[in-house]
């Protein structure tokens, strides 16, 4: 199983561009890498997913280097709102051999 | 569209009384997870169902907890009996892909407090 490792939290202005890494050493060939968002008393919620290069979507950009042993998440001109839990997920798509570890995350607070 | 509905949200029971849990999964998901969450950690996987089967349960501690997924719906998760270890938020999730790491759609989760 693939583990990943995140820097424990993260401060940011509002305004800033917000990058968070996330190290996954021992990926699989197989493996996709997914970012999940956790707001206080609330599920997480999918964020992106990529298994390569970068992906872009409308609140969000994942970059993936060609080792695909690191992956980066950006957030554009972070708002109050992005204060959250950021977990980065890196697991297969297929098969009962499937298991996602969501680790501690990354608590990202955003300040005026 | 709905999302996945789980109740109760907050639930108090004193150790060693059983207590249940329930989630109705977004309709048309065959894939649905249970975790448990602790306080400051991320969720831990319990089990996964595809339909009504459990094909990862390696994390359900079986001595006490067990989950029922009946006609691949909505699922029950079961404590008896509770210990005070127990204490924390259970998610329910579910996805429309099948097995893998797939997007997975999270209830709000249910906050276990055991006295």
């Known amino acids: 199983l693939a583990k990943t490792t995140q820097p424990i939290s993260m401060d940011s202005y509002e305004g800033q561009e917000v990058n968070i890494t996330c190290s996954h050493n021992n990926i699989a060939t197989n493996d996709y890498i997914t970012w999940y968002q956790q707001f206080p008393s609330q599920g997480p919620r999918f964020i992106i997913q990529?298994?390569?290069t970068k992906v872009t979507n409308e609140v969000a950009s994942l970059f993936i280097p060609a080792d695909r042993k690191s992956s980066t998440l950006s957030l554009p001109r972070v708002s109050l709102s992005d204060t959250a839990v950021y977990y980065c997920?890196?697991?297969?798509?297929?098969?009962?051999?499937?298991?996602?570890?969501f680790g501690t995350g990354t608590r990202l607070q955003v300040t005026l | 569209e709905a999302g996945v509905v789980q109740s109760p949200r907050y639930k108090i029971i004193e150790k060693k009384q059983p207590v249940a849990f329930w989630c109705n999964p977004i309709s048309g998901h065959n894939t649905l997870y249970w975790y448990r969450q602790n306080l400051g950690q991320g969720p831990e996987l319990l089990i996964r169902y595809e339909n009504e089967e459990a094909v990862d349960d390696s994390q359900l501690p079986k001595d006490r907890f067990s989950a029922e997924r009946l006609k691949g719906v909505d699922s029950t998760l079961k404590i008896q009996p509770a210990e005070l270890g127990d204490s924390a938020v259970y998610l329910c999730?579910?996805?429309?892909f099948g097995a893998g790491n797939n997007e997975q759609f999270f209830g709000p989760g249910t906050r276990l407090t055991v006295l």
């Open positions: 999730a579910s996805s429309p």
């Open positions: 997920l890196v697991g297969d798509r297929t098969g009962t051999a499937s298991k996602l570890t």
């Open positions: 990529g298994y390569k």
